[in-house]
């Protein structure tokens, strides 16, 4: 077996050391593009860039030259609202005869580039900044591979569809391609001012300038599958008004958190638009995609995570999530795809591979935890809006998730919930860390399957409990008491089966054969967060985690140092995962490490400040902190990833104890925590029910004070 399918199924290949590192993403609804800092696609990178959509690469080529060279880079970046990038360059020096004829930085050019409803907006503005008119020509390369999203991760096809006959027009090119699965994709590409001409996937254009004058550029570019409505753009004025009158929407709803650490609010400004542009757009509403460019599509359990991590700011995402997977809750056994009934879905895909069942993402199920996760969500979404209507609505699916945990999820009847996939082309490991090599012995020897991960224990103990507490408010009592009990038989059988006395944590797994996985790993640490550990087991967990062969200064590692897989540079075995780390820090917090928690967020805040755009990315390298030096970043990441950037809304709850109850108009503050560095906190715009109330919050040599300074509504602020 070669080393990529032993270490990761469907691999994401870094095929190329990029020349700069750097990329710059923009996402809207089912499109995003990836490119580089001079806004270019296909000149440099590990070959993700491009303009994607519905899981296919509809742009794989968008390169701007004058007079013949690429242009020198100034400055780019993203807006703090995630909808503008701009990108500042300046043109290289023109030599004819080994003379200088144009210097350097004579002209300026302003590349802004944003999305909206299926359609890629650019404008190039270009400014002549010399004391003589100039005749200034441009060229852009485009082009289009419509490779599917896992053929640019580095799987190999055995065949493909074929390329259309390029369309050229009086004001662009339309490039097209039939899949296999006979669906024409095609990318319109429109100018204005129209090109002077086109050759090949050539676009030729010519600003004549004087001295200060201008010249803009806009170019539209759009996709579209057949069949499907034809996406057509309007001007670039309008689109940008109309995309800008979206993002106030949405942002005039958010709880605003702020602090007297500029670093922490800038931390929790990208934080929040990352989510954000995760979300708008999306057909499926309020339903953050998990992370691009790899994962920008719906995935059960990194969307449960994300609202879970944000429940309390935004409740809404939370009721998104949940309708969008009740309703597509799996209803009958299909093993192609890993589906049972009552089973919540794991991703879906619409991509050309996806279609032709060349991978089993259309609608898969091969997760083991996205089920007791979703009635973790639904319990939780409840405590926080006494939306008793939406209960009532989700209460069929909550019933079925529970029928799944008991008959399907625990075929052999031993109280424990484990995986084992029936699809060929499934994954392997069905838990959150899913490379092939994640769950092992302590010689180095693989799980065999079925295999029960120890943190999905906690997912079931705390579904069940959740359930219960549910069942109750219904009306269900004995229904609630069975569940409690099963739920007490479970953390009863697992701290019996678990438990590693000498390794001061509890086993990663279980495997076919009930032996136990003896590695010291992060998973325990949700079982915290879940609360199916003991009080006394807890702290040792908790010692053991902010410990030195986890702890690397930056954040807790996913497996501890002295283990044998353990590699800081790998996916799964010894790096570090911003959202592994927020359910870390709020188990801690639940049995009242809030100082361990505190240390998670400035190490984290650490790691904002270090890494480009303040963007915590999907995770990092493993390795121990350096002085001044920054994290060591792990080359394929996604960044933005949902869950990476909505970690830090946990976190702070964890340390505030804070939590919401709409149905009883209270906020409650559990023993409160500010770490040092963050002397105050400001919480705005905090829904309860139909009210708000704003909150500040300073923290004193013993405690932290909480002040109302503003509200609407009868709302009880609570500290204990």
């Known amino acids: ?13 870094a095929r190329y050391s990029p020349a700069d590192d750097l990329t710059r993403v923009l996402k809207y609804g089912k499109m995003f593009a990836v490119f580089d800092r001079h806004g270019d696609i296909g000149f440099s990178g590990r070959g993700e860039e491009g303009i994607f959509f519905q899981g296919t690469r509809f742009l794989s080529e968008l390169v701007v030259h004058v007079w013949g060279a690429r242009p ?12 503008l990038f701009t990108a500042d360059l300046a043109n290289v020096d023109l030599l004819r005869d080994d003379e200088v004829k144009v210097p350097r930085d004579t002209i300026h050019m302003l590349r802004s580039r944003f999305l909206w409803q299926g359609v890629c907006y650019e404008e190039i503005k270009i400014v002549n900044y010399g004391l003589a008119p100039l005749i200034i020509p441009m060229r852009i390369d485009v082009g289009a591979d419509f490779a599917d999203i896992f053929e640019v991760r580095g799987t190999r096809r055995e065949r493909r569809g074929g390329r259309l006959d390029d369309e050229v027009q009086r004001d662009g090119i339309v490039l097209g391609y039939e899949g296999l699965d006979h669906i024409t994709r095609r990318t319109r590409v429109q100018c204005r001012p129209a090109p002077r001409k086109i050759s090949g996937s050539e676009l030729y254009f010519e600003a004549s300038l004087e001295p200060k004058e201008s010249a803009a550029f806009h170019l539209a570019i759009s996709t579209s599958a057949t069949p499907g409505p034809e996406v057509r753009s309007i001007s670039h004025s309008s689109a940008m008004a109309a995309a800008n009158a979206e993002i106030k929407a949405a942002s005039a709803k958010l709880c605003l958190i702020t602090s007297s650490n500029n670093r922490f609010n800038d931390w929790i400004k990208r934080s929040a638009a990352d989510v954000e542009m995760m979300t708008i757009g999306n057909p499926e509403p309020h339903y953050p995609y998990a992370g691009v460019p790899w994962f920008s599509t719906v995935f059960g359990r990194d969307g449960i995570i994300t609202a879970l991590e944000a429940l309390w700011i935004s409740p809404w995402i939370a009721k998104g999530v949940l309708q969008f997977l009740a309703s597509t809750q799996a209803l009958e056994t299909q093993p192609s795809v890993d589906a049972e009934p009552g089973k ?3 991703e879906m895909r619409k991509g050309e591979m996806a279609n032709l069942g060349e991978v089993p993402f259309g609608r898969y199920y091969g997760s083991i935890d996205s089920t007791p996760l979703f009635v973790m969500l639904a319990a939780a979404y409840y405590e926080r809006t006494g939306d008793v209507g939406l209960l009532k609505h989700l209460w069929p699916n909550i019933q079925l998730a529970l029928e799944w945990m008991n008959k399907y999820g625990d075929v052999d009847g031993d109280g424990f919930v484990e995986y084992a996939r029936h699809s ?45 507490r549910l069942s109750s408010i219904l009306g269900h009592s004995e229904q609630s008491s069975v569940l409690e009990a099963e739920a007490e038989r479970l953390r ?3 701290e019996d089966e678990f438990w590693c006395h000498d390794l001061s944590t509890y086993a990663l797994a279980l495997d076919g054969e009930k032996r136990p996985c003896r590695v010291r790993a992060s998973n325990p640490g949700h079982c915290l967060f879940t609360q199916i550990a003991s009080p006394e087991r807890a702290r040792l967990v908790a010692q053991t985690l902010l410990g030195e062969d986890f702890f690397t200064g930056w954040g807790v590692r996913t497996l501890g140092s002295s283990e044998i897989r353990y590699n800081p540079i790998s996916y799964h075995n010894g790096s570090v995962w911003p959202h592994d780390n927020a359910l870390i820090a709020k188990g801690l917090a639940n049995y ?22 303040r963007r ?8 121990d902190r350096r002085a001044g030096e920054g994290p060591t970043l792990y080359p394929v990441a996604c960044s933005p990833q949902s869950w990476a950037a909505a970690s830090v809304f946990l976190i702070v709850q964890a340390c505030l104890g804070i939590s919401v109850e709409a149905a009883n108009k209270r906020v409650l503050f559990d023993e409160p925590y500010l770490p040092p560095g963050i002397p105050q906190l400001s919480i705005k715009k905090l829904q309860v029910g139909t009210g708000s109330v704003d ?26």
């Open 424 to 468: 060929a082309k499934g994954l392997i490991q069905q838990g959150w860390k899913d490379s092939n090599d994640s769950v092992f012995h302590s010689d180095g020897t693989l799980a065999e399957a079925p295999i029960a991960l120890c943190e999905v224990q906690g997912y079931v103990y705390a579904a069940k409990m959740a359930a219960a």
């Open 616 to 623: 915590l990315p999907e995770l990092f390298c493993g390795l």
């Open 1 to 13: 077996m070669d080393e990529v399918s032993v270490t990761q199924q469907y691999y994401i290949a």
């Open 695 to 720: 909150l500040f919050l300073e923290r004193q040599p013993h405690k932290v004070n909480v002040e109302v300074r503003d509200q609407h509504g009868d709302i009880q602020v609570v500290v204990r």
């Open 72 to 83: 020198l880079l100034l400055s780019s970046t993203i807006q703090a609202d995630n909808i």
């Open 344 to 346: 919540i879905l794991h």
């Open 492 to 494: 009863v059988r697992f």
């Open 592 to 613: 009242g490490f809030k100082e361990l928690a505190g240390h998670i967020l400035l190490g984290l805040l650490d790691v904002s400040g270090a890494v480009d755009l």
